[in-house]
């Protein structure tokens, strides 16, 4: 079983719209969260983390965690066609080296 | 910002060829990783490294070995390519600690044919 799932697989929206992509995983000792972004020919660039439940505001991203339920969302605010790439939900739990889970990622197009 | 630098690109390989992947970071980070990412799999972690002299199996680790001769160095060896392992390979460097980000390299496109 994947131990980070995302939704939905692809996700399109206009220029100017806003974007929402979904992690969650099945794994309790998961900690710590981050979003990467890949672009296209690029590796993966992390986009922001996630440690403590609630929002945390980055510009026009915003990520929200409920430990609780394990779940951790990415907000785009008035999407741009620079954002469009492959985006990764990762975990790691508390022992000291990252060893990063990454679930399968979702792909956003921002058309205009 | 961080720096890492994967070769080569592009690589064709044979199958029971050997193939090695080289990752260099002038980071002074730790921690480097080695991952596969295919379709529908994201990223898998193959070897793991604390630092120069260490390698430790990850999620992925048959067919592979891995070489930390330095701080900066890592290496993934396919010692028999398979066209299983046909991929795209990413290195990362972390400085440890909980909850520490990944820097990635731009990554090494492997066929195996």
């Known amino acids: 079983q994947q131990k980070v799932q995302q939704s939905p697989e692809s996700l399109s929206v206009p220029e100017g719209g806003m974007a929402s992509l979904n992690c969650t995983s099945s794994?309790?000792?998961?900690?710590y969260f981050w979003w990467y972004r890949q672009h296209s020919g690029e590796g993966p660039k992390a986009l922001m983390?996630?440690?403590?439940?609630g929002d945390k505001k980055e510009g026009r991203f915003t990520a929200h965690l409920n430990k609780a339920s394990l779940h951790v969302s990415l907000h785009i605010r008035d999407s741009q066609p620079s954002d469009s790439a492959l985006y990764f939900c990762?975990?790691?739990?508390?022992?000291?080296?990252?060893?990063?889970?990454f679930g399968r990622g979702t792909r956003l197009q921002v058309y205009a | 910002e961080a720096a890492v630098t994967q070769s080569p690109r592009n690589k064709v390989a044979v199958t029971g060829g050997k193939v090695t992947l080289s990752c260099n970071q002038t980071?002074?980070?730790?921690?480097m990783y080695w991952y596969r990412q295919d379709t529908g799999h994201g990223l898998r972690l193959i070897h793991y490294?604390?630092?120069?002299?260490?390698?430790e199996k990850g999620d992925i680790p048959d067919g592979y070995k891995a070489s930390r001769p330095s701080q900066e160095n890592f290496s993934l060896i396919l010692e028999l390519a398979t066209p299983s392992q046909t991929s795209v390979y990413f290195c990362?460097?972390?400085?440890?600690?909980?909850?520490?980000?990944?820097?990635f390299g731009s990554g090494t496109r492997l066929t195996v044919l």
């Open positions: 794994d309790r000792n998961f900690q």
């Open positions: 980071n002074n980070h730790n921690n």
């Open positions: 990762a975990a790691s739990g508390t022992q000291v080296v990252g060893q990063l889970t």
């Open positions: 983390s996630i440690f403590s439940d």
């Open positions: 990362a460097s972390g400085d440890a600690g909980r909850g520490e980000t990944l820097y």
């Open positions: 490294s604390y630092g120069a002299g260490s390698t």
